[in-house]
């Protein structure tokens, strides 16, 4: 079993819906939480970051984690054919000196007209 | 300002050759990280360079190797390439390793 689960997808939705992506992981020491979109042929770049449980908010973004569950969720609002991505959790704890990300593999997204 | 660079962007070796990647990081970053990218494995850790150290080293066999200079830039090498090296090799560099990582465009390796 692999430290962070993501549904590889391809998830697709109307423009305007509601979207949910989630991850499950299992190492209870994981502190930092994170959302990366990829587009395709580009790197990763971060959408949100968070520390503890609970919910926050960006725009149409919402990120969740629930700690007692090793549960993390990312919603968009009003989804845009813009928003057609891979989406990637990530989640780190301390090592050396800094915090190395354990990625999922990714839901792709496909937001459609 | 310029973010991080890799070159170069695309790349065809052959089994049993080398391979070197190349990654600028953004002016002011001290960490430097490389990724492998595959579809069946997904994005996986290589390892972390912060002031010309290696910091951090995921599960990776010896192959696999890396090198930070005194002005933050970085290389990978990969030695006796294998088909299984086929991957986006992405570069990620940080102020410190603990702040916002920003990603390069990666390196497309294909190995034949």
């Known amino acids: 079993q692999k430290e962070v689960e993501q549904d590889p997808g391809p998830l697709s939705v109307p423009e305007g819906a509601i979207v949910s992506l989630n991850c499950t992981y299992s190492?209870?020491?994981?502190?930092?939480f994170m959302w990366y979109r990829q587009y395709s042929r580009k790197g990763p770049e971060l959408l949100m970051y968070?520390?503890?449980?609970g919910n926050k908010e960006d725009g149409r973004f919402t990120a969740q984690v629930d700690k007692s569950s090793k549960y993390i969720s990312l919603f968009i609002r009003d989804s845009q054919p813009s928003d057609s991505a891979t989406y990637l959790c990530a989640m780190s704890t301390a090592s050396g000196g800094s915090y190395i990300p354990t990625f999922g593999r990714g839901t792709s997204l496909i937001v459609h007209p | 300002k310029a973010g991080v660079t890799q070159t170069p962007r695309y790349l065809i070796k052959t089994r049993g050759q080398q391979v070197t990647l190349s990654c600028s990081p953004i002016s002011g970053h001290r960490s430097v990280s490389w990724y492998q990218q595959t579809p069946g494995q997904g994005l996986q850790f290589l390892f972390e360079y912060f002031s010309e150290t290696q910091r951090n080293k995921g599960n990776f066999p010896g192959r696999f190797s890396g090198r930070q200079f005194s002005n933050s830039r970085s290389e990978m090498n990969v030695s006796t390439l294998e088909l299984g090296d086929s991957a986006l090799y992405l570069c990620?560099?940080?102020?410190?390793?603990?702040?916002?990582?920003?990603f390069g465009q990666g390196t497309r390796l294909t190995v034949v």
């Open positions: 990620a560099s940080s102020l410190d390793g603990i702040t916002e990582a920003f």
């Open positions: 968070t520390y503890s449980s």
């Open positions: 190492n209870s020491a994981f502190q930092y």
